[in-house]
């Protein structure tokens, strides 16, 4: 039983289609699977009288994306593995853990070899700048440090401005962003499906940011989705770097915009 959606999607990449029997109705990828595979309710509301009557062998969670009591009250009864994963090298041991525990060993060393040549590539040619990464609203909320999303992020170079806080998903209002003027502003497309309309309100506060809506799945899917999101990473990393290089080069010619050709 798999109860996280990037967990799923790996176990699919792994080639476990008839081992796995009951997804959460979060798990999207692979999508034939909504239909041929038990639902177990959701991440954080998981039907546990339907996960016992399925007797699994191997219940596979994670620390952040399930809520701890449920997990362990299956544990008291079923065989629980539960993920922490907070940056690209946690998700090569997930992987590497899950080839070993599932009989799986070869796809699993097949979809890290991948990964870890990607991430030496992403890892070349940072840029300089601080970025902001919203993931809610209502509050308003972004990601802070100790978080996988963040880990994505400080692959391209840029630094978070409120990476002091004590939470790792603090809230955050629009005075206090106003303040802080970050040269890039990320709107994610989940778990918070932030639009074009966020994007002209935020702009209203930090006229001089680069904002974009970026692929939440993208920035925060493990597992076998790393390898698609360390290139996504680099794609943003290089179209940012573009922008700040040319609002660089635009902010030293600027005292010599709007002269009068008559002085």
């Given amino acids: 039983v798999s109860t996280v959606p990037s967990q799923t999607e790996l176990l699919y990449d792994l080639g476990l289609e008839k081992e796995v029997v009951a997804i959460t109705g979060f798990c999207v990828h692979p999508s034939h699977w909504l239909d041929e595979k038990v639902i177990i309710g959701g991440t954080k509301d998981l039907q546990i009288e339907k996960i016992r009557s399925l007797k699994p062998d191997l219940i596979i969670a994670n620390k952040e994306e399930n809520v701890k009591e449920q997990i362990e009250e299956l544990a008291s009864d079923f065989e629980v593995y539960v993920s922490d994963i907070k940056s690209p ?33 992403v890892q070349e040619n940072k840029i300089q700048g601080s970025c902001s990464y919203f993931i809610w609203k209502d509050p ?69 940011s680069i904002i974009k809506i970026v692929d939440g799945e993208m920035m925060s899917w493990y597992g076998s989705r790393l390898e698609k999101g360390l290139k996504y990473v680099k794609r943003l990393r290089e179209e940012v770097g573009l922008i700040l290089d040319g609002k660089a080069k635009s902010d030293k010619l600027a005292p010599f915009h709007g002269v009068n050709r008559g002085e």
């Fill in 89 to 121: 090298q946690d998700t090569i041991e997930l992987i590497y853990v899950l080839g070993k525990l599932l009989n799986r060993k070869k796809e699993a060393k097949s979809l890290n070899d991948k990964i870890e040549e990607t991430l030496t590539e």
């Fill in 140 to 208: 308003y909320m972004v990601v802070s440090q100790d978080t996988f999303i963040q880990s994505m992020i400080d692959l391209t170079g840029l630094h978070n401005p409120m990476e002091q806080t004590d939470h790792r998903y603090p809230e955050i209002t629009m005075d206090m962003l106003s303040e802080l003027q970050p040269d890039v502003i990320l709107l994610s497309s989940e778990p918070y499906h932030f639009t074009t309309a966020h994007l002209h309100k935020i702009a209203q506060y930090c006229p001089e």
